[in-house]
Every structure is written in C-alpha cells, then in structure tokens.
C-alpha cells in the first residue's frame, strides 16, 4: 500500500489536537498503528498489512480493525481495489484543527517559560499538595461521567446511554471505571455498533465466567462482532452455543462438575473459532488423546486437530481418509521379512528340534591326531 502525508520528510509530526483530544481515548494499539503509519509516509517504503502487523506483532485483522477505527474518526482514508485489497492510506488534516495564534506585540504570554537556574518557580512542575490537586487531573472516572474529549464524537442521545452504561458497568465491577475501559465501552458502541443493551449484556456475561478484564471482554466483543452478532438474543444464542460445545469436549475428557479454565477456553477457541472445525471432529480427537495418554490433555489434542486443520480435515470422512493414507504409507516403509522355510514334524516327539549334523570324516581325523 502507499502512504501520504503532507508533513515535511525527515521528520514525523504530531499535532496537539491529536493528542489532546484523539489519543487519550483511542485503544493503546491503535495509536501506535497511527504513529506508524505518520513515520512512514512519503518515506518510500513498501508497506502491506502483513509487514505493518509484523512490526506489532499482530494479526492483519488487527491491524485491519485499528484502520478502520482511524477511518471512521475522519483521520485517514483508505481505498481498495476491487478485491479489496488497500492499496492506499491518506492521512487527513484532523478535524477542528485550530491555527495556532500569533501573539501580538506587548500581549502577555501564557506559555510557560523555562526556568533559569535555580530560580524555579515553586508552582511550575511541582508535585500538588494534598487536596490541592485538580479533580479532573488524572482522577478516576466519576459514575456516570462522561469526559469533554469523549463528548465531542457523541451526540447528546449517545452520551446519555454510555452515562447510563458506565453507571451499570460500576455497579457491576463495584468500582469506578478507568479511562480505558470507558473507551473500550465507546469503541463497542461507535465502531462495532453495539446496543447499551448489547454492551450491558456483554459486562455480564464475562462477570458470570468470572472474568471482569477489558482484555477477555475485548475479545469476547470482537468474537461476537465477527459472528454478526448485534442484538441480546444472538448474543446468547452464540454464547449458549460456545457453552454447549465447551462443556461437551469437557465431558468427553472426563471432566465434569467445573467450568472450563482460562487455559482451557483458549484451546478450544482456538479449534472451534481458529480452525472453524465441527464438534465430531473435535470429540475424535479428544477420544484420541484420552486412547494414546489415558488422561486429558488439550495440548496433545490441540497437536492432533492442528495437524488435522492443515490437512483442511472438516468431517470424520477426512480423518478416515487421512488414517488410510498413513497405514499405507506406514506399510511402505516397513522392511520386508526375509521368508522362514517350515520344518517337517516328526511323529517322534522326541524329534522335534532341528537336527544337528555331523562331519564324522572330520571327527575320526581329529580323534586319530591326539
């Protein structure tokens, strides 16, 4: 893809509205994407959504979704080909961007100045006295609030719902919520179209698996999102789903009377929504595990259905067409057995061992020499 900017080359500009108002409520990842994006534009360099998500380490739905997340708050433009694949990123002017002022002669200036050596200002850079401190600097998220940044991208209908959601969520966490969370919640809402209804149902799902980190609830949306979801209904039809197939693999490895681990979930996450394989296959490969190692083990099931899904197994005919392939194979290696000449059985039991054979030339020779 190509990337232009209208920065000078040779050096990477940040605009203050860009950190004052975008990049404090926008997901950690994608500013860095962002930052990327403005240090190699104009510079010539071949980029792909591969290479960018070598850079970070992701995958290119990640880097897809960090894309379109800038493109829908206006501050680049991406264009496809008819595949659509992005051939293109232009970074935008950002929006609301304010000529800086000229100050006029005489005018006093509110910029700080550097201080001079040892004659600091006992006010500039010193750390607030107790109760002195602003109350919007740095504090946590007040019930209900809504911060003037995040305001500006909502209408007034929108901002009510996300108060009345960040209330819900807090009673819920039984804390207030971080910055971080309130932009995940925003980015739920604006980006993936999520309902408060929707969002809400979210929060209490991930509470009731015992797990309230914006992490796991972050890919719990994207899963969702990916699936289609968009009322409460899909929602749990999708969670009652994952939960029915979850608890059947449990119960194919014996496992029974507990919800799956943490470890456990990402296992089959990963072969249920990574490798899009059906349940049968999955319970073979359970069944397998439990034959060969007589206990169970997603690791060594997760090498079996890895090994399954880069051979495109997706029903138990393929397995049964990958198990005859390896016996012939297995037979095609194996070394033939040089044939055994059968020995006639006496009817004298007494003879039947091989018989031995004597030189009795040799053996007179022998005797008449001593």
Not at 157 to 179: G, H, I, K
Request: negative net charge; proline residues 5%.
């Amino acid at each position: 893809m190509k990337v232009c900017s209208k920065a000078p080359a040779g050096v990477t500009l940040i605009a203050n509205t860009f950190i004052d108002q975008y990049m404090p409520h926008a997901n950690g990842e994608f500013v860095k994407v962002y930052l990327y994006l403005l240090r190699c534009a104009d510079s010539g360099q071949e980029l792909s959504l591969s290479s960018i998500a070598d850079v970070f380490e992701h995958t290119e739905k990640d880097i897809r979704r960090a894309l379109t997340y800038w493109q829908n708050q206006r501050l680049l433009r991406a264009e496809t080909d008819a595949e659509g694949t992005i051939v293109s990123v232009t970074l935008n002017e950002l929006p609301g961007q304010a000529p800086e002022r000229t100050q006029p002669q005489g005018e006093e200036s509110d910029v700080i100045a550097p201080a001079q050596a040892g004659s600091m200002d006992s006010g500039a850079f010193a750390p607030a006295q107790a109760g002195s401190m602003d109350s919007g600097a740095f504090a946590p998220a007040r019930a209900g609030s809504v911060d003037s940044g995040r305001s500006s991208f909502l209408s007034p209908e929108d901002q009510q719902e996300m108060r009345q959601l960040f209330f819900v969520a807090e009673q819920y966490l039984q804390r207030p919520l971080t910055s971080s969370e309130q932009s995940d919640f925003i980015y739920y809402h604006d980006t993936l179209h999520f309902s408060g209804d929707l969002i809400e149902y979210l929060i209490e799902y991930c509470i009731s698996k015992g797990s309230a980190n914006r992490h796991y609830m972050r890919r719990v949306a994207l899963a969702w999102a990916e699936a289609g979801v968009s009322t409460v209904r899909e929602a749990k039809q999708e969670t009652t789903l994952y939960n029915r197939n979850y608890f059947t693999v449990l119960n194919a490895f014996g496992i029974r009377g507990r919800a799956p681990a943490t470890d456990e979930q990402e296992f089959m996450a990963r072969w249920f929504d990574g490798f899009g394989l059906p349940l049968d296959v999955v319970l073979e490969a359970c069944r397998r595990t439990i034959r060969q190692t007589h206990q169970p083990n997603f690791q060594y099931a997760d090498k079996i259905l890895e090994q399954w899904h880069q051979n495109q197994v997706a029903s138990l005919a393929d397995i049964e067409r990958l198990d005859a392939l390896h016996k012939k194979d297995q037979a095609k290696k194996e070394p033939k057995k040089p044939a055994v000449r059968p020995q006639r059985s006496s009817g004298n039991r007494f003879n039947n061992f091989p018989q031995r054979e004597y030189d009795y030339d040799q053996l007179e020779k022998q005797l008449l020499s001593q």
